[in-house]
């Protein structure tokens, strides 16, 4: 029978340890029932609890927190007696990466050291790459520890060890079109000259934004949150999309439970690190209530360099998830369109070009508003952006500042 122990040294003290231990135990709970992740302050406190997970599990995983990830790893070969080698293929793919000639020298090194006989585990986004080794009869896995990083770096082990089976895709089957093979050459030429500016376009939901972009040389950093590959789907059809928007992993400590803040934080924090002028993330779905009561949503925000806008839509009855957040994600583009218009000062872009889409939206009532008005004056203490957060809603046609205390502890469950 398949034991397995989790361990996570110090991941207790940020904000993604509920989501981030939920996720973990659930995906865990097809390998071994019993298997739940335990947190400790440092490695120190959790060595009694490993030698008893040593005499019982087959598996040991440990998630490290990337705040102190390079240390806890060091000290992780040393507590079980591993040689540390530096690896020509963690190194090859370190040094494709931007971000690793902005580190020390101390931590490039500790980044390319893994034991001989360790395994990569793929994906490699960054720095903090996770790795398996055997260690007498047990296997060692050692996983970084953030939201929208861990999870498929957890899913890309187990899947690697035949512990569970790879999410599958579904291929929709294109029907052979025959006309085409024996169309001479001049009908086809002809058609494609006859076609409409419609017809050619239509796969284009954004013509602005790729306008914009391909343009002026604007990049976008994206949160990569569980969400973040609907919109990767949603503008994969633009030009220039791979060169434009850069994927950043998400690993600032959550602090609050506020959901709007949140997605703000996030946008600008993937703004930061893609060193862009924008940045746009897209929460999980959450959800409030239960039966036929629950409400489902999700927040996008897309940020500035000035100020960030933020909209939380809501899932429409028996919407699926799937759907509900390709929606939410073609409106986290929408919502970077009329920011990057207003930053170019285009007069011809409507200001109401932006609209949140024919669903439930979070209005602000009238005692908040007033209350929103009475703040515009002070300054608003963000934890990296220093400004104003904007929000548009539907209900009004100007924007409404939107401070920390505004709607805030928006506290709910993942739904996805």
Known sequence: MMRAALFSIGA?????????????????????????????????????????????????????????????????????????????????????LKVYESLSEAEKKAASVFPPNASVIEPVKN????????????????????????????????????????????????????????????????????????ETEREIKFPKLEKYLSENDIKVGVASTPSSIFIKSAGENLNGFDTAFKFIPYIRERSTYDLREYAVNLASLASEMAE????????????????????????????????????KLYALPGEGAEEFLSSAADEALKLLESMIAEYLGDMDYPREAYETPPRPVQFISGAKSIAVIALIAISLIASFLAGFFMLREKNPDEQIIVSNGIDSYETAEDFV
């Open 12 to 96: 207790q003290n940020t904000g993604e340890f509920k989501n981030l231990k939920e996720h973990i135990d659930s995906v865990f709970s097809a390998v071994d029932q019993k298997a739940a992740l335990s947190d400790y302050e440092g490695l120190k406190n959790a060595v009694q609890a490993v030698s008893a997970a040593l005499k019982e599990c087959n598996i040991l995983v440990f998630f490290l927190p990337l705040k102190d990830y390079f240390r806890n790893k060091i000290l992780l070969f040393k507590l079980f007696r591993l040689e540390g080698n530096v690896s020509e293929d963690a190194l090859r793919k370190l040094e494709a």
């Open 276 to 311: 862009a002028p924008f940045g746009i993330s897209i929460t999980n779905i959450h959800t409030i209530g239960e039966g036929e009561d629950a409400e489902r949503f999700v927040f996008i925000a897309a940020a500035g360099e000035k100020y960030a806008k933020a909209a």
């Open 127 to 198: 720095e903090f790459i996770a790795f398996s080794v055997a260690s007498g009869k047990q296997e060692i896995a050692v996983i970084p520890f953030a939201d929208g990083l861990t999870q498929g770096l957890l899913e890309s082990y187990l899947v690697s060890k035949g512990l569970i089976e790879a999410k599958r895709e579904e291929i929709r089957e294109i029907p052979e079109d025959k006309s085409q093979e024996t169309a001479p050459a001049e009908e086809t030429s002809k058609a494609a000259e006859e076609a409409t500016p419609a």
